[in-house]
């Protein structure tokens, strides 16, 4: 089975157009979890546009009372800034189960691509503090680096595939190239004894296609797709439907 983790900064991007506490972020995680999932994801950045340092903290809270996991995202090497005190910080606060470290820049609008492990020996150091602090490690990658298994020598436990290629090609109705090349970064990266994890873009319309042709995903991180579904059907009912798909 693979776990499907949530992704709540959607819900902190409605409530913060408005300003004021609506809709409750952590309202929000605690229907998702009560509805069977398998954790809560967040990506805090710097310029707080979504999720904000102090909903890490009441979500890490959270996840901690449900015994369930918390999986905190972001750029490592962003510095720390008003209101932002930096990805490593967060995560020495709240101890989150699994830290998955992006290379996004302030100005992108959402993530876009993976490390570039021609330059990844700064990211060695960053990723020893992580264990320290109790964090499982994630990098986040494209399925077509040929490097895929030197996110293992730098010390990181899993690997999440960036899947928006996927899912635009499985838009145009011709993904079989695409879930051939995952499926074979999939493979490198057990290989080098590395854990996938995979998110982006991932929908009810392309989920389970992308887990029959990637065995062994262990866990899915879904934000966009699923809380614009929810809009719909209702939060629980989607949660409830995307566990079915990972089952």
């Known amino acids: 089975m693979t776990c499907l983790s949530v992704n709540v900064n959607k819900i902190a991007v409605l409530r913060n157009s408005r300003g004021g506490d609506e809709p409750d972020v952590v309202r ?13 994801t967040v990506h805090p950045r710097p310029d707080r546009r979504h999720i904000h340092a102090e ?5 890490a809270a959270l996840t901690a009372e449900r015994g369930v996991e918390f999986n905190i995202e972001g750029n490592p090497f962003a510095p ?16 989150p189960a699994q830290a998955t470290l992006v290379p996004d820049g302030d100005g992108q609008l959402t993530s876009d691509h993976g490390f570039d492990f021609a330059r990844g020996e700064r990211l060695r150091p960053l990723i020893a503090q992580l264990k320290a602090l109790g964090c499982r490690v994630s990098l986040f990658v494209d399925a077509g680096s040929p490097d895929i298994g030197q996110a293992s020598t730098l010390g990181a436990d899993r690997v999440e595939l960036y899947t928006g290629p996927y899912a635009e090609a499985h838009a145009s109705g ?14 490198r990266a057990r290989a ?8 982006h873009d991932l929908s009810q319309a392309n989920l389970r296609d992308f ?37």
């Open 174 to 187: 011709d993904a079989q190239a695409a879930l051939e090349l995952f499926a074979d970064a999939a493979r």
């Open 211 to 247: 887990l029959d042709a990637v065995p062994d995903v262990l866990e899915v991180s879904i934000g966009h797709a699923l809380i614009g579904e929810a809009l719909y059907e209702g939060l629980d009912a989607t949660v409830r439907r995307y566990l079915a798909l990972v089952a």
């Open 55 to 59: 909903d890490v903290l009441a979500l």
């Open 192 to 199: 080098a004894g590395l854990g996938v994890n995979a998110g």
């Open 28 to 40: 929000a995680a605690r229907t998702c979890l009560d509805a069977g999932a398998h954790g809560i």
């Open 80 to 95: 720390p800034r008003p209101g932002y005190p930096g990805l490593v910080q967060l995560c020495a606060r709240t101890r």
